[in-house]
C-alpha cells in the first residue's frame, strides 16, 4: 500500500510558515522603536542652538524698549515747539486728555508711573514729551495748550524721581491732528501727549 506524501511547507503569502511572515514578538519591538525614536527627534529639533546671527538679532531687539518691529519712527516734519536739538527716535507711550483739559486722568497717570519707574531702572533713557491738540474747539489756543500738556506729563515723571535734564517737552500744537472737526470721537484720539525716545 502506497504511503501519502507529507502536505508541503507554506511559503507563499499569507502562510503561516516561520519563514514567511514575522513574528508578533517582533512586530512588538519594531513599534517600541518607533515610539521611543519620535520623541528623540523632536528633542533633537527644539534643542539646536541659535545660530550667531539669531542671537545677535535678538540680543539687539533686547537693547530697546521695544522691538524693532512694534518701533514708530518719528516722522514729523517742520520744527516743534520749541526746536528740538536732536530728532527723536521712536515712540514709547502716548497719554490721553479730555477736550480742553491738561489734567492726567487715572490711566494717564497710570503710564506715567511706569514710564518713571523704567527711566529710574534705566538711567541712559531721556525722552521727548509731544504735547498735541485737536483741529477743532482747541486750535485756537493749540501751541499753548499742548505745551501746557507736555509739561503736566513731563512734570508727573520728575516728581516721581527722574531727573529734569533727563527729558524734554515740544508741541506740535493741532498741525498733524487728523480726526474730523466735527467729530467728537475722532477729535479725542488728537489731544493727546507722545512719549518719545531719545536716547536710551
Excluded at 539669531?54 to 517742520?78: K, N, T
Excluded at 541712559?124 to 491738540?133: A, M, N, Y
Aim: hydrophobic share 40%.
Amino acid at each position: 500500500m502506497t504511503r501519502p506524501l507529507p502536505p508541503a511547507p507554506r511559503g507563499a503569502a499569507g502562510s503561516r510558515h516561520p519563514a514567511a511572515a514575522p513574528s508578533r514578538i517582533g512586530l512588538a519591538l519594531l513599534a517600541a522603536a518607533v515610539l521611543l525614536a519620535a520623541p528623540l527627534a523632536c528633542a533633537r529639533k527644539a534643542g539646536t542652538p541659535a545660530s550667531p546671527r539669531s542671537r545677535a538679532a535678538q540680543d539687539y531687539d533686547s537693547s530697546f524698549l521695544l522691538p524693532r518691529a512694534q518701533q514708530v519712527r518719528w516722522a514729523y516734519e517742520g520744527d516743534t515747539n520749541p526746536a528740538l536739538a536732536k530728532k527723536p527716535s521712536y515712540l514709547w507711550k502716548t497719554i490721553g486728555f479730555a477736550a480742553g483739559s491738561t489734567t492726567l486722568d487715572r490711566e494717564a497717570m497710570s503710564v506715567e508711573q511706569d514710564i518713571a519707574k523704567v527711566m529710574q531702572e534705566r538711567p541712559r533713557i531721556r525722552v521727548l514729551f509731544l504735547g498735541l491738540t485737536d483741529q477743532g474747539t482747541e486750535k485756537l489756543n493749540d501751541m499753548n495748550l499742548g505745551l501746557q500738556r507736555a509739561s503736566a506729563a513731563r512734570d508727573f515723571v520728575i516728581k516721581a524721581g527722574v531727573a529734569r535734564d533727563r527729558t524734554e517737552m515740544a508741541t506740535l500744537g493741532s498741525r498733524y491732528a487728523g480726526g474730523d472737526p466735527s467729530d467728537p470721537v475722532a477729535q479725542e484720539k488728537d489731544r493727546r501727549v507722545e512719549i518719545w525716545l531719545i536716547e536710551e
